[in-house]
């Protein structure tokens, strides 16, 4: 641990200081630490005594101050069929067919407010970026509408153009109503590249590619997808290796096991990050590794739907790039990035014994891990000079605290429940006090309450 500063101090525009702990990164620790920004970008960090002038102060005192946590894998749309009763306690493939009659009354009002109320959620949570991945198309526009939800917050959103096209008649799992042609996926993943992808550093908003699941899409949509990716540059995302049942699919219908099939469509890469990766073999997992390939580890949708859980340590320890995602509004029932950090680290200790997971190794995942998967790892995850200025003040309640008088980190993972005390993306403060600094969103709040018991078809 360290005190020193660096670059030398000059005034801010944003300064967040006196916290009882600064983590900058997964190397760096500054107790008393103070952390100034300009221009969106972390310029200076350093230990008390030495802080900057600057135009806001944020007092983070008696708080642990981190990077912003990262969420890899979504499905923000479905919050409006959370907990639904009829889906909770099936298998996976009984819980997708229960719900995708429900999400065939997705519109973009619809995905607007469901977006605007996710994002709040995240940020209350301690998440300063997350993907979604949108892979329900029953009307035109909903990925727009997500944006344009995310621009009106100001978060940090990686929005990923789902698709299916398989649908039951054709040998697959989805109902006609959430599907579409292939033409159609592709013309508007290139429409929506065109139209929002930024690929400048600092980018609040970027576009990837990521039709649903083996049992969803066709090989050829797979093959295609692929392949604009690599033509745009942009990142690809989907669901593999989840349950049993994909294991099964797979061999019956292309002739071999899901990571195979990954690899025949093109998608053995480093622009690639899939979701959950909870049954490959041990051949397989080198090679995922090899190839560079991300994992979204998703804790409490496992542990709910009851399919196991992601092999975390030795996935880290053949170098592959883990992130945490909070999945589905409807199969976790939550979006907070610190019970999924928090599940990560149970399920690591209890998987592995004591020695296999700390809490600082679960804050890597949530940080450095998840920007590694969505390519962001040189200006998101860390809060070194130069990185996005994207930043929690922790708040646990005294009472949970007390005791806890030797690690703050340790204690922000085993105590709890933690909230964000504030929540800065960007440079801008989103949650002051624990509350979201979001004008728009007494009113999501009430038009999503319409359009959720519309869709449940409750009066």
Same mark, same amino acid.
């Given at each position: 641990m360290t005190t020193a500063v660096d670059p030398p101090v000059r005034a801010a525009e944003l300064l967040v200081r006196d916290a009882e702990l600064l983590v900058v990164d997964g190397g760096r620790e500054i107790p008393g630490g103070w952390l100034a920004v300009t221009g969106g970008r972390v310029t200076a960090v350093g230990g008390a005594g030495s802080e900057p002038e600057a135009r806001t102060t944020v007092s983070a005192a008696g708080r642990l101050v981190t990077p912003g946590l990262v969420n890899t894998h979504h499905h923000i749309y479905q919050n409006l069929t959370r907990s639904y009763a009829p889906a909770v306690n099936g298998s996976l493939f009984d819980w997708l067919t229960t719900l995708y009659p429900l999400w065939a009354g997705l519109d973009e009002?619809?995905? #607007?407010?469901?977006? #605007? =109320?996710?994002?709040?959620?995240?940020?209350?949570g301690g998440c300063t970026t997350s993907s979604d991945h949108l892979y329900v198309h029953p009307r035109p526009r909903l990925v727009d509408a997500e944006i344009g939800a995310a621009r009106d917050i100001g978060f940090r959103f990686h929005a990923t153009r789902g698709s299916m096209t398989r649908s039951v008649e054709d040998g697959g799992l989805p109902p006609r109503s959430v599907t579409q042609t292939e033409e159609e996926v592709l013309a508007d993943s290139e429409r929506l590249i065109g139209a929002y992808h930024d690929p400048e550093p600092g980018a609040l908003v970027r576009v990837a590619l990521a039709p649903c699941s083996p049992f969803s899409v066709t090989k050829e949509l797979m093959t295609a997808t692929a392949q604009l990716a690599e033509r745009?540059? =942009?990142?690809?995302?989907?669901?593999?290796?989840?349950?049993?049942?994909?294991?099964?699919?797979?061999?019956?219908?292309?002739?071999?096991?899901?990571?195979?099939?990954f690899e025949e469509t093109g998608w053995l890469s480093d622009r690639s990050w899939v979701a959950h990766c909870i049954y490959p073999n041990d051949a397989e997992l080198r090679r995922l590794a090899a190839a560079g390939v991300g994992v979204a580890h998703c804790p409490s949708s496992n542990m709910l739907i009851g399919g196991g859980t992601a092999r975390v340590k030795e996935m880290r320890e053949l170098g592959l790039p883990v992130g945490i995602g909070c999945d589905g509004s409807a199969s976790t029932d939550h979006a907070s990035l610190w019970l999924e950090t928090r599940a990560a680290l149970l399920l690591g200790?209890?998987?592995?014994?004591?020695?296999?997971?700390?809490?600082?190794?679960?804050?890597?995942?949530?940080?450095?891990?998840s920007a590694r998967c969505l390519g962001r790892e040189d200006e998101l995850g860390h809060l070194r000079p130069g990185a996005c200025a994207d930043l929690v003040v922790w708040d646990l309640h005294e009472v949970a605290l007390a005791g806890a008088l030797s690690d703050p980190v340790e204690a922000w993972l085993r105590c709890g429940p933690a909230r964000a005390w504030t929540t800065v993306v960007a440079g801008r403060i989103l949650v002051d006090r624990g509350e979201p600094r979001l004008p728009g969103l007494a009113d999501a709040l009430r038009a999503h309450s319409g359009i959720a018991r519309r869709m449940q078809r409750e009066t």
């Open positions: 009002e619809a995905a #607007y407010v469901s977006a #605007y =109320v996710g994002m709040a959620e995240l940020l209350m745009h540059d =942009v990142r690809l995302h989907t669901h593999l290796a989840e349950d049993l049942d994909e294991d099964t699919y797979c061999l019956e219908t292309y002739g071999c096991r899901p990571v195979e099939y200790r209890y998987r592995g014994g004591p020695g296999a997971m700390t809490a600082r190794d679960a804050l890597d995942i949530a940080t450095r891990g």
